[in-house]
């Protein structure tokens, strides 16, 4: 008598192909991310607010080519130089905390070299406050 062999068993699929695409997927994902250096500590950006409040104070126009302006004058020292006047008249006998508020427009485009220079003026000028106009995007 002649017997079949017992049938056999379907050889279980090999997992190792897919291990080998997670692991290539891991490691194009580990080198495409970029991956930056955590910050030295928690810094809080300050946040643009929409105020017409702002717009009472002493108003500086610069333009990004670096022109300044106040009011009529135009060019940075007759600008500076009418800012200071209007600053003495506004103010008075009154003291160094009571000043008007002074508030630079500043261009997109002006160049952040001539805002930090204009800032540093104004501080040799005596204002001590400055409020930067900005838009929310």
Do not use: W
């Not at 002649?2 to 291990?19: G, L, N, Q, W």
């Not at 508020?101 to 104004?122: C, E, H, I, W, Y």
């Not at 501080?123 to 995007?137: C, K, M, N, Q, Y």
């Amino acid at each position: 008598m002649r017997f079949d062999p017992p049938p056999r068993k379907p050889a279980p699929e090999s997992v190792v192909p897919m291990i080998n695409v997670v692991f290539l997927l891991l490691i194009f994902f580990l080198m495409a991310a970029q991956i930056t250096p955590p910050a030295p500590f928690e810094v809080e950006p300050p946040e643009a607010e929409v105020e017409d409040a702002a717009e009472t104070g002493l108003v500086l126009h610069l333009a990004a080519a670096g022109t300044l302006g106040f009011r009529d004058a135009v060019g940075e020292d007759a600008a500076l130089a009418a800012l200071s006047a209007e600053r003495t008249a506004l103010c008075g006998a009154c003291d160094g905390d009571e000043t008007p508020p002074v508030v630079l427009r500043a261009d997109a485009g002006a160049p952040a070299a001539a805002v930090a220079a204009l800032l540093s003026k104004l501080g040799a000028e005596g204002v001590g406050d400055v409020s930067l106009i900005t838009v929310r995007p």
